[in-house]
Structures are given as structure tokens and as C-alpha cells.
């Protein structure tokens, strides 16, 4: 059965979706949980993590790498979540974080702009301007993260396998459309593509253990045989063969471990 | 009793999809294949509105901005006067972006997908996967531009859409059978208000297409039979020029008034 990740601008009815859908399928539904897995097993706090997952990086950070971090880690605690599949999720960025998994069925939930304003209105008892204001900047935030994180715009109709306006048709519709399309051959969790995810899983584990130190790195990994793609300069230092070492020792699922310096990331690496 | 307006990134796609669809439910089909009819209607030639239907005004193919603007003005009349017959799947004629706040028009858009759609385009002219990518996304930049050029709307804008259904792993068939249950819903039912609607719409387009046959920048809006136009013109042609959009307007089936705005056209007026 396959992974649903629901995206949406805020106050876009997405949450309701997602809960629907999840009640709907008996699948596990996740959003916060993420953040607090990767808060307790990186020993970050949730604050950082929800400010690196919602906000996009101001100057200082570009050249402190933090968010890379950050990101890495609520990657990492998404995948573990994930990899047993039957999950909906429906927390930030879960299109782009989950990429590369055959099984994920990647929705986007559009709201009329009116239409948020009042559920923001009713919600937090403010103005309509003071509404409007909040959810530009709101999705002004999201446009600059995707675009500074993946160079990605998050309103690329592209990214997603089924975008549902929420003006005309209502919750229960889209609710219909989603379980619908989960049933499709394409998005079953076939052999192949659970051993993709747990691949995925080791190699975001991977890196989140090496992007403090190395926050160029990428990796891939492919049947438990990891590959480590370094900056020339990174591959010499004496840190990263102790810390390669420790990753060996520590990480469940890996069978080889390579390492490539000086060469170009493959578009698959995490 | 509805109309399904389809549109796609890839043409053999939305042609496609848009027939299954049609025959699935019974409805007809509007096409470029009206296009020769507009073209007699409005005695231009078809292939100009074809040239108008795909690329922007240039020099090189003699294709002014006021000619480009208005052999789309005869195609988008000439649409909406057919779909005020219902039951309807259209596609191929930029419907989806001149048919806006009509609550019984459903709008669908089918994306290739990257690998599938890719795939294609590399088979279809022989090029590699990587060339087909920037092939697509040069396509895409160009439809995008085309339509912001043409009516103001991004046509990549995933909102302007009821519903958004890539094939990269729902396959034809789940798709059609997707868009043929949600045309079923209460919500894409025709209403009295929304053929209102379609009806003002259709007039408003009408009188567009009349009045940039033989002058440009005028805005028209419908209601009722009443008609509003908005144009600009220097203080010297201003009473000239809103006699002939009330002689011209006047003249066109279901108009009974006609009001005419117009704002100082500062250039004119410093020339």
C-alpha cells in the first residue's frame, strides 16, 4: 500500500484532508510526530527544526549550513517513519523530502485565497487585511525555502501526482479522489519499491550523520551498498574516516561503504 | 449536465484524455476542428488562428499585437457561444483560461509527467532524454508566456484548475475515470445563475471580438444584455470614438445598452 504525503498553502484545509484520507485507508497518520523524532534523536530542539522546515535561510545561515542540518535530520526521522508504508502525511515539504520513492503519492490541496482568509479570520479573530497579510507571508516563506533548499518552485504542478482545488469540490471529494488514486498499480508497495525506501532510509541516516561536519556531502545507497560523495578537500581530512568508521559500526543495513571524492553528485543522492 | 474543459502540457495527451472522456460520457466535442468555421465567420484565414492559438505577435511572421489579439477575441466568442450548449468536452482552444467563474465548467489539467511524458518527446523527434527535458521545459517557459500574453492567466498555475492529475503513475484510464465521476458532482451541475453567467460571458466576448476588429485596447463586460466597455482615447477622439462602440456594440444579437468608459490616453494627448 502506498505512502500519501498531503501538501498545501496554510489554512488550505489540508489537515482535514489528510485526516479523512487516513480514517478512510486504516493508514497511520503522521505530521509532528517527525520533529519531535528528530528533536529527541539529534538533540535539537523542535523549535530549530520547525524554523528549519518552515522558514527559508536568512543570509548567515547559507554560509553556516544549519538549515542543511536541520533539514538532513527531520529527512532522516521522516524516512524511519515511512519505510513500514500505509502512512499519510501531512507535515511540511513531504513532496520534496520523500523524492525519489516510486510509492509516494504526492498530493497538493489548493484553497481559494477568500477562502483561507475567512478560516484564518474565524480562527484567530483578526481582520481580513491582517488575514491576508499573514498568508502571503506565509506562502512567501514556503516559496523562498523550496526555492533556496531544491530550487523549486512548490506551486510546480509537476511535483505533485494529483492537485485538488478545494473551492468547487469539498473535503469529502478530495478525500474520494485521494483513496482513489491510492489504489492505482503505480503507487503499490511492491518488493522493489519498499527495498527503494529502505535504501532511502539508510542513506538519509547517513547523511544526517555526516552533514554537520560535511554539509556538502550527498549519498545514495542501493541494496545496503552506500556511496559517500565528498568535496575533494573533505575526502583527505582524518574527521571523516573516523567518522565513516563510527557510521560502519553504528548503522543497521549498510553492507558496503564507499566513498567518491571530486565527482559530481548523481541527481538521486539525498 | 456539465462542461469539461481539458488541457495538458503534451497536445497528443489532452487530445487523448479529452476523447475517452467525451465518449465516456456521451458529450460532444469541442475542438480545433471549429476552427474553419470561426475562420468563415469571421473571414480570416484558419491558418491565422491556429498561428494566434500558438505562438505570440513577431515581426517575422507578420503577426501584429491589435491581429493577434483579435483572431483570439473570434476563437474565444465563438467557444463560449458553443458551450452555452452543454454537455460539452473541450479542449485544444485555451478555453480553460477566458472560462473563468463558471461554476458548471470543470477544469482539468493532465501533466505528462516527467518520465512518461519525456519518454515521448524523446521517441516522437529523436532526441535524448536530457534534450527532450529542456525541450519540454522551453515548451512549457514559452506556453506560459503565451498565456500571461494572451489573457493575463498563468496557465502552469496549479490553482486555476479544479483538479490536477499527473500520469507519471495514474495511468489514462484511472484518469478518465477520475474526471468522469467528478463531472457527476452536485457542484459542476448547471444552475440558473451559471448559465447566467456563461450567457454574459459569451455576450461580453462578442462584442470584443466586434469591436478589435477595428480598434484595440477596449475591455468589455456583460450583464444582462446590458453592455460596459472600456477603452482609452485622447479628448479630441473621445466623443468619435465612443459613438462608433455604441454603433458597433449596438449592432451585435442580444445587446440592449450599451455604456461606454473612457480614460484620457496621456500619449495620444502629449503627441
Request: overall charge positive; proline content about 2%.
Amino acid at each position: 500500500m502506498p505512502i500519501i504525503t498531503i501538501s498545501r498553502g496554510s489554512s488550505s484545509m489540508g489537515k482535514a484532508v489528510a485526516e479523512k484520507v487516513a480514517a478512510r485507508l486504516g493508514y497511520r497518520l503522521i505530521s509532528r510526530e517527525v520533529l519531535l523524532d528528530a528533536s529527541s534523536r539529534f538533540n535539537v530542539s523542535e523549535m530549530k527544526l520547525e524554523k528549519a522546515i518552515h522558514d527559508a535561510p536568512g543570509i548567515l545561515e547559507r554560509y553556516r549550513h544549519s538549515k542543511q542540518s536541520y533539514v538532513a535530520y527531520i529527512r532522516s526521522a521522516l524516512m524511519e517513519r515511512i519505510v513500514d508504508d500505509n502512512v499519510v502525511y501531512h507535515g511540511l515539504a513531504g513532496h520534496l523530502l520523500l523524492k525519489g520513492i516510486p510509492h509516494v503519492l504526492k498530493v497538493r490541496i489548493n484553497a481559494d485565497m477568500e477562502r483561507r482568509i475567512k478560516i484564518v479570520m474565524e480562527r484567530d479573530g483578526i481582520p481580513a487585511e491582517e488575514a491576508r497579510l499573514r498568508i502571503q507571508e506565509d506562502d512567501k516563506q514556503r516559496r523562498k525555502w523550496t526555492h533556496s533548499l531544491y530550487d523549486q518552485d512548490p506551486w510546480d504542478s509537476s511535483l505533485y501526482d494529483l492537485s485538488i482545488c478545494i473551492d468547487k469540490l469539498s473535503v469529502d471529494n478530495a478525500v474520494e479522489f485521494i483513496c482513489q488514486a491510492a489504489e492505482t498499480d503505480g503507487f503499490q508497495a511492491t518488493e522493489r519499491n519498499r527495498n527503494k525506501a529502505a535504501d532511502m532510509a539508510i542513506a538519509c541516516r547517513v547523511k544526517a550523520a555526516l552533514v554537520d561536519d560535511f554539509p556538502h556531502v550527498g549519498v545514495t545507497c542501493e541494496y545496503g551498498n552506500v556511496l559517500i560523495y565528498v568535496r575533494a578537500k573533505d575526502s583527505v581530512a582524518g574527521k571523516l574516516t573516523k567518522k565513516l568508521n563510527q557510521i560502519r559500526e553504528t548503522t543497521d543495513g549498510i553492507h558496503h561503504l564507499e566513498t567518491h571524492a571530486g565527482v559530481e553528485l548523481p541527481p538521486d543522492a539525498v | 449536465m456539465s462542461i469539461i474543459i481539458i488541457s495538458s502540457d503534451v497536445r497528443e495527451i489532452e487530445e487523448m484524455i479529452a476523447g475517452k472522456v467525451a465518449e465516456e460520457k456521451g458529450y460532444g466535442r469541442l475542438d480545433r476542428r471549429i476552427i474553419n468555421d470561426v475562420a468563415a465567420r469571421h473571414q480570416v484565414e484558419p491558418g491565422r488562428l491556429i498561428e494566434a492559438l500558438e505562438t505570440t505577435p513577431s515581426l517575422f511572421r507578420k503577426l501584429s499585437s491589435r491581429q493577434w489579439r483579435y483572431y483570439l477575441s473570434c476563437i474565444e466568442a465563438d467557444v463560449l457561444e458553443r458551450l452555452l450548449a452543454d454537455n460539452l468536452v473541450c479542449w485544444g482552444l485555451a478555453a480553460h483560461l477566458y472560462v473563468t467563474d463558471i461554476s458548471h465548467a470543470m477544469k482539468i489539467r493532465v501533466l505528462a509527467g516527467k518520465s512518461s511524458g519525456l519518454a515521448k518527446i524523446a521517441e516522437e523527434r529523436g532526441i535524448s532524454l536530457q534534450r527532450a527535458e529542456t525541450y519540454r521545459d522551453d515548451e512549457m517557459a514559452r506556453r506560459k508566456k503565451w498565456s500571461l500574453a494572451a489573457f493575463n492567466q498563468d496557465e502552469t498555475d496549479l490553482s486555476r484548475y479544479d483538479l490536477v492529475i499527473s500520469l507519471d503513475q495514474i495511468d489514462p484510464v484511472e484518469t478518465v475515470r477520475t474526471i468522469t465521476g467528478a463531472s457527476e458532482y452536485r457542484k459542476f451541475q448547471v444552475m440558473t445563475y451559471s448559465m447566467k453567467c456563461l450567457t454574459d460571458l459569451a455576450l461580453a466576448a462578442k462584442v470584443h471580438a466586434v469591436l478589435l476588429k477595428s480598434m484595440a485596447d477596449v475591455k468589455v463586460q456583460a450583464r444582462d444584455g446590458s453592455v460596459v466597455v472600456s477603452t482609452r482615447a485622447s479628448t479630441r477622439q473621445k466623443r468619435k470614438k465612443t459613438e462608433t462602440i455604441k454603433a458597433l456594440a449596438g449592432q451585435v444579437d442580444g445587446v440592449g445598452y450599451v455604456e461606454v468608459h473612457v480614460k484620457k490616453n496621456f500619449l495620444k494627448e502629449t503627441a
